[in-house]
């Protein structure tokens, strides 16, 4: 809970206990079902007072209050000692001043209210980041090293620096190194988020968790295997996780001034009134003066207005992980987007083929489709989904990190990437394609260069409207990608993104997040591990993609349930609109209390009206606060 209400842990939970706390299920969490027995024991007593039965519905009463308050007086007293004041010691000195003047009634309903409020940012606020911690698991278990001139099978995490690791095709890379021997193309997805595979050989540097596609390896280690890329990205997540989770709610802004203000003024009530006066009715004047004070509305109308409006965000798929995260949502005027799998589809596909010397487009992805059939390579899934007809193809071999070979229709075929392949009278054309962003492969046919395909992930078809759409609401747009820069600035370019930082590691994009945050709150929108450090240092994370990367999804504030990128505006403006409707409940809250304070003070409201008008006032900002849960129209 926030620091403001004096009701947040005391210490931080090991992380085995955290994620078992995460999984456990809301009627097995205590601090859940103190608050809903709470509220269970004050309905019934309402129940039961309306029905005559007055002894049983005080002790109802009685049981609800006192749940309620075992949730937040504890902490506020701590907190008291501490020299930390908030919402919770008032709320808690307006309960026990209510049942002085004998309203138990009104106490238990302080209690509970402000008990199940607390309680669900509470849970919301700390769920889980065991999820976190599958970063790791891309980290295989055991490694191969040679020692003594033979392969020996280790634990990875013993991994020191100068050892050199064999990493086998289909085999992860357990820490960070160069490659000395071989040649392969590795499958970075998972740590860069880039779809299409990195080329490598000796002199490379390659990082933990990628995976290795194709031919042998030799990487001679450069970090231990516990501290490694990935060992870092958690650490930043981490961190990050733990500032933002100490940044002050609105409502305990708010309330910092006002409780301290609240208390002194009523025992300056309390203390010169009975010096001038009759003692009983100025102490009596002073409870009614905190009893008045108590911020009951603001207590109950912020959560109450954020659970309406994450409610009604969760039904157009947009899910809010607490009633902190929506505030800040609100105040957004800048997004960081990732480039692959959010702006891009991640699929890559072929996009142009240039041919020469009478060959024809069909028979360039023909013959390059009957070799990439026999490749596990992600461009070759591309070629061949390309390709209206495969030949049967003989003697195929593939050449790791250059290309693959073999006889077809009599003809030797040769496929592979420019660095490997001579593009002949192509190589202006070529040249033009990588600067439109696709990444190209050259065939050969006897030895000839006859065509060049051009693979490229393209944009969402939406990608263009909705940045229109964001820049018309005075939200800026960075793209942040892993990418080459040519590829980059293309595919931003198509999009309508003017600012552009490519060639960037985890790191670097939280980097640029904490750049970007000195002009203001910054939303980053992504959906790998690779941007987990960015999604957790924005002032809102939003991954994009439930099913998309686990340690995106925890390290992200907000989780969009698909992958349709006009929920981004229109997520902005359900956050916009609600963040008003909270600012409309403070100022009528503060207003009852500005209000009612003098009245109290001079006696010309005494508990009973005190008591009313609180209670239409939390009725009027309950129903205004049911405004959040209207779900605003998807732009066609």
Not at 103 to 119: G, K, N, Q, T
Request: hydrophobic fraction near 50%.
């Amino acid at each position: 809970m926030s620091a403001a209400c004096g009701c947040e842990h005391e210490s931080a939970a090991p992380a085995g206990e955290e994620h078992e706390e995460a999984e456990r299920p809301w009627w097995r969490d205590r601090g859940i079902m103190v608050p809903v027995l709470s509220g269970v024991a004050f309905l019934v007593g309402l129940i039961l007072e309306w029905s005559g039965l007055e002894i049983p519905a005080l002790v109802l009463f009685w049981a609800g209050l006192l749940l309620g308050a075992s949730t937040f007086t504890p902490g506020a007293i701590r907190k008291l000692f501490k020299g930390k004041l908030g919402i919770g010691l008032l709320m808690t000195i307006s309960a026990i001043g209510a049942v002085v003047l004998g309203y138990v009634e009104e106490a238990a309903a302080l209690a509970f209210l402000y008990s199940i409020a607390e309680a669900l940012e509470d849970k919301a606020m700390d769920r889980a980041r065991g999820g976190l911690r599958a970063l790791l698991k891309l980290v295989p278990e055991t490694a191969t090293v040679l020692q003594g001139g033979n392969a020996v099978q280790v634990q990875a995490r013993e991994l020191m620096v100068g050892q050199v690791m064999v990493v086998r095709p289909g085999e992860r890379i357990a820490t960070d190194g160069i490659v000395r021997s071989g040649r392969s193309s590795l499958d970075t997805s998972a740590i860069t988020g880039e779809s299409i595979p990195v080329e490598v050989q000796p002199g490379d540097v390659v990082s933990a968790g990628a995976i290795n596609s194709a031919g042998a390896l030799e990487v001679e280690t450069t970090a231990a295997g516990t501290d490694n890329s990935l060992t870092t990205i958690v650490e930043l997540v981490e961190k990050a996780q733990t500032e933002k989770g100490e940044r002050a709610r609105l409502a305990d802004r708010i309330a910092r001034p006002l409780v301290p203000g609240v208390l002194i003024l009523a025992a300056l009530v309390a203390i010169i009134g009975s010096l001038l006066g009759d003692p009983e009715v100025w102490i009596t004047r002073a409870l009614v003066v905190l009893v008045a004070a108590s911020p009951c509305a603001l207590a109950i109308s912020v959560p109450l207005t954020v659970v309406a409006a994450i409610g009604a965000a969760s039904k157009f798929g947009v899910i809010i992980k607490s009633g902190a995260v929506f505030e800040r949502f609100g105040t957004v005027r800048h997004v960081a987007v990732d480039k692959t799998g959010t702006l891009t589809r991640n699929e890559p596909v072929v996009t142009a083929v240039l041919t020469t010397n009478g060959v024809t487009e069909v028979q360039a992805l023909a013959w390059a489709a009957a070799l990439e059939r026999h490749s596990t390579h992600p461009l070759a899934s591309a070629i061949t989904a390309a390709a209206s007809g495969t030949p049967a193809a003989a003697d195929v071999t593939e050449q790791a990190g250059h290309g693959i070979d073999g006889t077809v229709d009599g003809s030797r075929i040769t496929v592979g990437s420019p660095r490997w392949l001579d593009a002949g009278d192509l190589v202006e054309r070529v040249a033009t394609l990588e600067e439109q962003g696709m990444t190209v492969v050259i065939v050969h046919r006897d030895g000839s260069p006859v065509a060049a395909i051009g693979v490229r992930d393209e944009l969402r078809p939406e990608v263009s409207d909705v940045v229109r759409t964001l820049t018309g609401q005075g939200v800026g747009v960075t793209m942040l990608t892993g990418d080459n820069a040519r590829t980059a600035r293309a595919l931003a370019a198509q999009a309508g993104i003017s600012a552009v930082r490519a060639e960037l590691r985890p790191e670097d994009k939280a980097t640029a997040i904490a750049e970007l945050s000195k002009a203001g709150p910054v939303a980053m929108i992504g959906d790998g591990i690779n941007d987990a450090p960015a999604l957790a240092s924005a002032d809102v994370g939003i991954a994009m993609g439930a099913t998309g990367s686990d340690a995106a999804i925890e390290s992200a504030d907000v989780a969009f349930t698909g992958h349709d990128l006009r929920l981004i505006p229109r997520a902005f403006d359900h956050a916009r609109r609600g963040r008003r409707i909270i600012n409309q409940n403070i100022i009528l809250s503060l207003l009852i209390i500005t209000a009612l304070l003098p009245l109290a003070l001079f006696g010309v409201l005494g508990l009973a009206a005190v008591v009313l008008v609180h209670e239409v006032a939390e009725v009027i900002v309950i129903l205004n606060g049911l405004r959040a849960a209207r779900t605003p129209r998807l732009e066609s």
